[in-house]
């Protein structure tokens, strides 16, 4: 079992930046692909970036060179620091973890967080 929690939510201006940390309890953290996924209101679950037990990132076209996604096996913690944010981007992002491999569909992963709240107001 892995327990993840999400914190860093907040209300940016366009433009703006943000950084969203996940902490992981339970199993080895670092055996673990780690994903950051966003549900905006009315909207499907939808994949943002990735980051494998190596190191290896994955990321969304809408947010590639915006976002940067890092972990820190020592602390049990993955990020997302948010650059660039725009009105789109408003969204609740949720922290989910599966064993090994990235994917980037939701349905994969095994574990998530509760969800943290991003507005950007434009």
């Known amino acids: 079992q892995v327990q993840l929690v999400e914190s860093g939510a907040g209300l940016v201006q366009a433009g703006g930046s943000l950084r969203l940390s996940c902490a992981a309890s339970?199993?080895?953290?670092?055996?673990?692909?780690m994903g950051w996924f966003r549900q905006a209101p009315g909207k499907e679950r939808e994949f943002v970036c990735a980051?494998?037990?190596?190191?290896?990132?994955y990321y969304a076209a809408s947010v590639r060179g915006r976002f940067t996604i890092s972990r820190d096996n020592a602390k049990n913690t993955v990020y997302l620091q948010m650059n660039g944010l725009k009105p789109e981007d408003t969204a609740v992002y949720y922290c989910?973890?599966?064993?090994?491999?990235?994917?980037?569909?939701?349905?994969?992963?095994?574990?998530w967080g509760q969800g943290a709240q991003v507005t950007v107001s434009s």
């Open positions: 980051i494998n037990w190596g190191g290896a990132t």
């Open positions: 339970g199993r080895t953290f670092s055996n673990y692909a």
């Open positions: 989910a973890a599966r064993p090994n491999v990235v994917t980037t569909v939701s349905r994969d992963y095994d574990y």
